[in-house]
């Protein structure tokens, strides 16, 4: 890869990574918030060479895609791109191209997760005001719920909640690293306290988890990555215990499923210089590994990682992963190209 202009970022990717693309007729794309990156991976079908491709999203964190919209939680935006091409249209090479239609200013609310609800509306974590939040036509935001540990709307990051789970436009359940309720108050007990809510009914499944994020449904059961541990697992929504199915050598945000492999990306570190004092860190240290930055494809059967993208040089920092079913080579345009000049469209009337 050429490196991104005002970085030297450069990625290996395991020697199936094209085949296994190929195979399943997806793309990938996945956000680096250190970088201010939304990096799309999809093959080069004439080439077989795989492509990542670099575009500049301040802070680029919570990502949702359906294959015609794509949706960014920003440094102080939520950005909603859509697909200009029409069904079978390829542009230059690409089966989708999406542009920047709709830029929902709401400040710095350290937005996360992010996702639409069956209405149409955005929902995403509101971590700044402990609570989740849609995009308001007039104000920065306007909240929806909040866990019930939360006694009052401020911002003050209470609890760090950050994790989304949704089935079939319905918001389900949540993840914050504690239960505070003052202040910041999630630091003072960031190894163990990590809490998963659930939404429906206003309850705590588990207090018991180690910086929880990215929940995610997928073939009948809730599934989580237990960052503080760096392990993945499903979760009993009955009794709340948490099963390790598998150990990464770094700290996990982001993750997705498809076709029985589940997809996770890895930090190497974090701007946050707390995280060092997780369980992880010293886990690696003791087997002599560096933790590592990129994304792991983990064969859910087996448990093996039968693929991955490794960042070799500038990533430390990675936070959501989204598939792209059924697109083989999208293209996304930043909301400051040049090329939107061109890419004129209009809805008949």
């Given amino acids: 890869m050429k490196p991104i202009k005002n970085s030297s970022v450069s990625f290996s990717v395991s020697p199936g990574f094209a085949d296994w693309l190929d195979a399943n007729a997806i793309s990938l794309a996945f956000s680096a918030p250190q970088l201010g990156i939304l990096f799309l991976v999809w093959l080069n079908a004439a080439t ?4 990542i491709q670099p575009t500049p999203v301040p802070r680029a964190s919570g990502l949702w895609c359906d294959g015609q919209r794509l949706i960014v939680a920003a440094k102080r935006q939520i950005i909603r791109f859509e697909n200009i091409l029409q069904p079978g249209e390829i542009d230059t090479g690409h089966d989708r191209v999406f542009i920047p239609r709709m830029q929902h200013t709401t400040g710095d609310l350290r937005a996360h997760d992010i996702g639409v609800l069956k209405d149409g ?4 974590v509101n971590t700044l005001y402990s609570c989740l939040a849609t995009v308001s036509q007039t104000h920065s935001f306007k909240p929806l719920w909040a866990p ?21 436009g319905v918001a389900t359940h949540v993840t914050a690293i504690s239960q505070s309720d003052d202040l910041a108050g999630w630091r003072r007990t960031r190894e163990k306290g990590g809490t998963l809510v659930d939404i429906d009914h206003n309850r705590v499944i588990t207090g018991e988890l180690s910086v929880p994020h990215s929940p995610r449904w997928y073939d009948g059961q809730l599934w989580l990555l237990n960052s503080g541990t760096g392990h993945l697992g499903p979760i009993n929504l009955t009794t709340g215990a948490f099963d390790s199915r598998h150990f990464f050598p770094g700290f996990v945000r982001g993750l997705a499923f498809h076709s029985g492999t589940a ?26 590994i560096n933790p590592r930055c990129g994304v792991e494809v983990v064969d859910l059967a087996s448990g093996e990682v039968v693929h991955w993208i490794r960042f070799e040089t ?15 080579s999208p293209q996304v345009l930043s909301p400051d190209s040049e090329d939107l000049d061109r890419r004129l469209t209009f809805e008949a009337g």
């Fill in 314 to 328: 500038g990533g430390t920092e990675l936070y959501d992963i989204v598939t792209i079913p059924n697109v083989r």
């Fill in 48 to 51: 077989r060479a795989v492509m």
């Fill in 263 to 288: 997809i996770v990306c890895l930090s190497n570190s974090s701007s946050r210089t707390h995280v060092h004092t997780l369980p992880i860190y010293s886990a690696l240290a003791q087997r002599g």
């Fill in 121 to 124: 509306r955005i929902l995403f």
């Fill in 148 to 168: 019930p540990f939360v006694s009052s709307l401020e911002p003050e990051d209470r609890c760090h909640v950050n994790g989304l789970a949704m089935r079939d």
